[in-house]
């Protein structure tokens, strides 16, 4: 919705959307905090695959068959939504397709980017490195989008606190 914010940018951007938001009023604070909170939810996202691709990574450089290493990872996954998602590729990557193919379903959680790499891996015989590598995007892709949350946290309380300010004075 807003384009992609760096480091540098974070802060003029955010500047700036603090004062679109005054000029437009309480909509564009309702849509921001909205934003907001759909990012949150995707950070968390972001996180749990990061977290699951470095397992999965120390498992094949441990010398574990990538088949094993989804299922233990499968067996010792707590989260119910990301249970649904390894079982549903284990059980493509046991009837023998490629791990990236199997992946391929869940391309909107993991990134066209991040499948493509595994079927290049897959093709090289470099998977566990790639794995691996990939947990390490994924970790810091987490930390750039928490660094832009907690930036936009302080403008957002200030739009809600105008805007309730503003409705107070309207007498509503």
Same mark, same amino acid.
């Given at each position: ?11 003029? =951007? ?24 759909? $990012?949150?939810?995707?950070? $968390? ?23 094993? =290493? ?74 750039? $989008? ?19 300010? $503003? ?6």
């Amino acid at each position: 919705m807003f384009g992609r914010l760096t480091r540098g940018v974070g802060v003029i =951007a955010t500047t700036q959307l603090v004062l679109a938001a005054i000029a437009v009023g309480a909509v564009a604070t309702y849509f921001l905090v909205k934003w907001y909170l759909r $990012r949150r939810r995707r950070n $968390r996202a972001v996180l749990e695959t990061a977290h699951m691709l470095r397992r999965f990574g120390v498992l094949l450089e441990a010398g574990m068959l990538p088949q094993k =290493a989804l299922a233990l990872l499968t067996a010792h996954t707590r989260n119910p939504e990301t249970y649904r998602k390894l079982s549903a590729v284990l059980a493509l990557v046991e009837q023998g397709k490629p791990i990236a193919d199997s992946m391929e379903s869940h391309i909107h959680v993991l990134g066209r980017a991040t499948v493509t790499a595994l079927r290049a891996a897959e093709r090289s015989g470099d998977l566990p490195e790639t794995v691996s590598r990939l947990a390490e995007i994924h970790e810091q892709k987490y930390l750039i $989008r928490r660094e832009i949350s907690i930036s936009i946290r302080y403008p957002l309380l200030v739009l809600c606190g105008l805007d309730d300010a $503003r409705l107070r004075r309207a007498g509503h």
